[in-house]
């Protein structure tokens, strides 16, 4: 009801409606965490740095009330909490623990933690979500932190389908930044592979290559068999994260 009236978030007043709806309802069901969460959300979208800590506190609320939620359909874990508490902590000048928090939000779902809300990569953002400006800014302040990278990789990586084939190239060389700065990041190795895999597909390719494709195609085979080098590759990054974490499911999956 409360994100309902809050609408687009450009009204002042509904927002205000809205965050008296969530207030009275965290009043009769003070362990109810999906509320501290929407409350937080709604605070967030006024754009005003006094209720930056208020913002803080129902996040780290909704994250103690987590067993509690009973909205279906929106968060499914932590890590969009995670997420918008990096974004809040970045925006105070907080920024050795929002990169603390969003590191936490993608080792719990790194596709839930950085949600595009954008058609192109480069497109600014509406408030409360990821931007690419972000992760360049990230990477500007902490040149030497492999976690910049990780992470504008995955934004990249998140697109899916939207990804344009000259965003591949960026896509892999940030996670092969972030190998190169931490050479035990299990996750950049695994999402390299992912990323190395998706190439083949919808990568940028040259009209000899497509020609190859075709041929192999042809003989039945698949696309991916016009591709050994890149396919070793593949192998390479989801053999190096399973060395690193022997627990990691998706790179034995491939």
């Known amino acids: 009801k409360s994100l309902e009236v809050a609408g687009d978030y450009k009204d002042t007043s509904k927002i205000k409606e809205a965050v008296n709806i969530m207030d009275n309802i965290i009043v009769n069901n003070p362990d109810y965490g999906d509320a501290y969460y929407f409350r937080a959300i709604i605070l967030h979208a006024l754009n005003n740095p006094k209720y930056n800590s208020l913002i ?67 497109e600014d953002p509406p408030r409360g979500s ?59 190795y695994y999402l390299l592979g992912v990323s190395y895999d998706r190439n083949i597909v919808w990568g940028e390719k040259s009209k000899e290559t497509y020609k190859e494709e075709a041929i192999v195609m042809a003989k039945g085979l698949s696309i991916w068999n016009a591709h050994p080098d890149e396919c070793k590759n593949i192998i390479s990054a989801y053999t190096d994260a399973i060395k690193i974490n022997p627990s990691m499911v998706n790179a034995y999956k491939g």
């Open 56 to 122: 803080i506190e129902n996040i780290d609320n909704s994250i103690k009330y987590s067993d509690s939620n009973k909205y279906i359909g929106m968060e499914k874990n932590s890590a969009s909490k995670y997420s918008l508490k990096s974004m809040v902590n970045l925006e105070m000048g907080n920024n050795k623990q929002a990169l603390i928090d969003l590191e936490t939000a993608i080792n719990i779902d790194h596709s839930d933690a950085i949600r595009p809300s954008v058609v192109k990569p480069n």
């Open 130 to 188: 990821w931007g690419k400006k972000d992760f360049d800014e990230i990477i500007k302040k902490f040149p030497k932190d492999y976690r910049g990278y990780l992470f504008r990789g995955i934004y990249y990586q998140n697109f899916g389908l939207l990804l344009t084939r000259n965003d591949y190239k960026s896509m892999i060389s940030d996670f092969k930044k972030a190998i190169i700065l931490n050479k035990k990041c299990d996750m950049a």
